[in-house]
């Protein structure tokens, strides 16, 4: 970390101090539910993974041995910086030092970046811009099949259906029939709802609402107490929502780690104005990236 010997030292162990206790104050941000961290120690690497194992299958006195395959995904974190500067005469006549720990708030910054970016990643599963799926198709396809698998039947992520219970049954029921690269059930138990503000009202409705909303009769409304929760987040499409299963360690995303935020430098430079600028530097290395698709279905019109 390079330091400047102009810059007071109380404010650079306060710049740092206060760094960490950010990351640590905002440690349950929605997308800790839905993201798995994963750190590496490469500048690009790939990260490798084996498919599902066989089942087991009736011994006939001989030898049946069946293989994995491997899953591959290669990944690049991207850096990341924020540099933030406060005057000298602003910190000498700060009476409550309110705008030092404006400064120091700095690491909460990213976290919501990541948070940020993890959400915008999901809705932009159904196009490339955020990159592939492991198996080479968009995260939310048509046409997912593991590349050596002994199942090669395509399976589909990708509903083009408006949220609605009906459409939202139809959906899950989908999730649940997911088959692994053995051609057996995964059964994975999809219950995180995301959803942009435009369709709070709807999730609301299909998480926690005792009864049906959308019929006379009011019938029992079989998914309120069967831990479904919705989340709200506003990058995503206003017609987009999201089932994921995320109650095992395996989430959906992936954050990829090289480098924890933390303070890079700081210095001082005495000819801006108002008596100069104490400058300092946060810095980081981190991309998104998408893991097992069987774990995530798209809705959308």
């Known amino acids: 970390m390079t330091i400047s010997g102009n810059v007071p030292k109380h404010l650079v162990v306060g710049a740092r101090t206060g760094f960490l206790s950010a990351v640590e104050n ?102 490339t811009t955020y990159g592939l799926c492991y198996d080479g198709q968009e995260f939310f396809d048509s046409d997912h099949v593991d590349k050596g698998g002994e199942y090669q039947t395509n399976q589909d992520n990708e509903y083009a259906l408006a949220l609605s219970l009906d459409n939202f049954k139809t959906v899950r029921v989908a999730a649940r029939k997911f088959k692994d ?26 998480c926690n609402n005792p009864q049906a909303y959308d019929t006379a009769n009011r019938e029992i409304n079989p998914y309120n107490g069967r831990m479904m929760d919705p989340i709200i987040r ?20 992936l954050v990829v780690m090289r480098e924890e935020p933390n303070l890079q430098a700081s210095w001082f430079d005495p000819t801006q104005r108002e008596g100069g600028f104490y400058y300092f530097k946060y810095f980081a290395r981190y991309e998104v990236y998408y893991g097992d698709w069987r774990l995530a279905i798209q809705g959308n019109t």
């Open 26 to 127: 905002n440690q349950y941000l929605d997308y800790q539910k839905v993201a798995e961290i994963i750190p590496v120690t490469a500048k690009a690497t790939e990260l490798v993974d084996l498919g599902a194992a066989p089942m087991p299958v009736e011994n006939k006195g001989t030898v049946q041995a069946r293989s994995f395959i491997e899953k591959t995904l290669e990944v690049k974190p991207t850096d990341w910086e924020l540099t933030v500067h406060i005057s000298r005469n602003a910190l000498q006549d700060d009476q409550t030092s309110s705008l030092d720990r404006k400064v120091r708030s700095a690491g909460e910054q990213f976290l919501k970046h990541i948070d940020k970016r993890v959400f915008t990643v999901l809705n932009g599963g159904d196009g």
């Open 181 to 206: 690269d053995q051609g057996e059930y995964v059964n994975n138990n999809h219950t995180q709802l995301v959803v942009p503000p435009d369709l709070e009202d709807l999730a609301i409705q299909i």
């Open 234 to 253: 506003p990058e995503l499409d206003s017609t987009a929502w999201h089932l994921l299963a995320t109650s095992g360690s395996v989430k959906p995303l």
